[in-house]
């Protein structure tokens, strides 16, 4: 099957990550642990996806070349809050690969300096405690993020509200479902007066 990855960002990134819910029967949610590190943090973009050992960010550093313009880093890092897995350096690096941002089980740091980059973090904590880099770490596998399990080029729709992971063999489904009910809700306002 093949996908027109353009046409689908066009369409995810008018939606919210609630409606996109909403078109998976509410599945497929990131638990609400996960948070934008700032303000207003919106992505959309498909899943690269990345298996740390805890505190330890050695595989940011071995894969950031393969990252693709579009590409979300959703990471895995066992929830581990002690250390940051990324800051702002990694970020920027990333960022210039066409990132659009990124999903992390587990802590960051710099969070302001993202902000002023514009580069879009979601994870579970912030922390001022600089990683490891030892590994071990895995690339592009399936991993269990936020209590969902993500696969490599799975749709990511974050905002405000949270994470929605919509599986790439049902973007046609969802999308459409998630249209379906911002549609719904747009009529639902009017008649109340909003």
């Known amino acids: 099957m093949t996908y027109d990855d353009a046409a689908y960002f066009e369409r995810f990134t008018k939606l919210p990550a609630a409606n996109v819910s909403d078109g998976m029967d509410r599945l497929n949610v990131l638990d ?3 948070n934008p590190v700032w303000e207003g943090a919106r992505l959309v973009g ?8 805890a505190g330890d960010n050695k595989g940011i550093h071995e894969i950031v070349d393969q990252i693709q313009p579009g590409d979300v880093l959703v990471i895995n ?6 250390r940051a897995v990324m ?6 690096r990333l960022k210039t690969k066409g990132c659009v941002g990124a999903v992390v089980d587990g802590a960051i740091r710099d969070a302001a300096d993202m902000k ?9 904590a912030i922390t001022p405690a600089g990683p490891y880099r030892n590994g071990p770490f895995r690339a592009q596998e399936p991993v269990a993020v936020g209590s969902v399990v993500v696969s490599p080029g799975d749709f990511v729709i974050a905002d405000g509200d949270g ?3 919509v599986p790439r063999g049902r973007v046609d489904e969802i999308i459409d479902a998630a249209e379906a009910k911002l549609a719904q809700e ?4 009017a008649e109340i007066g909003l």
């Not at 498909?46 to 050992?53: D, I, P, Q, S």
């Not at 002023?116 to 579970?124: E, Q, Y």
């Open 87 to 92: 800051g702002e350096l990694i970020a920027g």
């Open 186 to 189: 747009a009529i639902q306002r």
């Open 163 to 165: 994470v929605a992971v």
């Open 32 to 34: 609400a642990a996960i």
């Open 116 to 124: 002023g980059i514009d580069f879009p973090v979601f994870a579970r």
């Open 77 to 82: 890092g066992q929830g581990a809050t002690h």
């Open 46 to 53: 498909r899943a690269f996806t990345l298996y740390l050992a």
